[in-house]
């Protein structure tokens, strides 16, 4: 095993962040458990979270989703996206180790022993409970039971050909959030939403595994990038095309104008653009692919947002 004062960069992580070059040594793979360095999942994560919060704010006639719930969702989901990385790679631990991208990870190189990855987990898990507990009861319950796609994602890829769905089902879980926060029920915006950020995050995610086809094919992980091959392309398209469908459809469910789907559309060009230039051979491109993710889930909450905003003045 490594020594625990070794300092290991991931191999996917932002070059030059600050954990590389501020954080204390010791506290650094701790802080690459958490994906800290690869903010990008947090962002992918908050992001559905911050779309709901829009539209529950155009539904309400609110001037601007409620900013304690967006900082709220922030925290919330920097932990929770911490929380369930460490998860995931206590599970997937032996699995990393065969694969070139993830071996470098904290658990595989020998960085953190198990044990220790289990109480940093249930520490992250407390920071998530206690931003849960600031909401109303449903939404605390509806928070509660997206642990169980979280909980039994790191198996699916060893048994399902895709994967990424219940990947999906987790990562798209604050769709419903933002919305069940202001008006306590979940509604079919809120569930529109939901149907289209999983298709977002299988077609996010597919380009993502393009980088371990070759790794994962030796390991036996299973992957919706090996399942579609040379129809990866068109599967993307196929993910995205659904997923701007139905948020539309639940933009103009809660009551979004023009320019709150305008938004969607920028959102879907983004999205067209990636697969246009997505090369299935291209490892790194499909890494700067995946992450540019961020900005289209911004484009669609500055729309939403803007929509709500204007809204809000015509009618005062």
Known sequence: MSSPHADHRVADAVTGHWVDRLAPRRARPYLRLARIDRPIGWWLLLLPCWWSAALAAIASGAAYPDPAHLALFFVGAVAMRGAGSTYNDIADRDLDAQVERTRSRPLPSGQIRARHAALFLVAQALVGLAVLLQFNT????????????????????????????????????????????????LEAPALLLYAGTIAWVVGYDTIYAVQDIEDDEIA?????????????????????????????????????????????????????????????????????????????????????????????????
């Open 220 to 316: 036996g992980i299973r992957s919706s990038a090996r399942f579609f091959g040379r129809r990866m392309r068109a599967a993307v398209g196929l993910c995205y095309g659904a997923s701007v469908a139905f948020i539309a459809a639940a933009a103009v469910l809660a009551g979004s104008g023009p320019v709150g789907l305008l938004g969607v559309g920028l959102f879907g060009a983004h999205l067209t653009a990636q697969v246009v230039r997505l090369d299935t051979r291209d490892g790194r491109g499909a890494l700067t692919l995946f992450r540019s993710n961020r900005d289209a889930g911004l484009i669609l909450f500055l729309g939403l947002t803007a929509e709500a905003v204007l809204r809000h003045l015509i009618g005062a």
């Open 138 to 185: 449903t939404a605390i319950l509806v928070g509660i039971a997206s642990l169980v796609p979280v909980a039994i994602y790191p198996f699916m890829k060893r048994v399902m050909p895709v994967p990424q769905a219940v990947l999906g089902l987790a990562f798209a879980w604050g769709a419903l959030m933002g919305w069940v926060a202001v008006f306590g029920r």
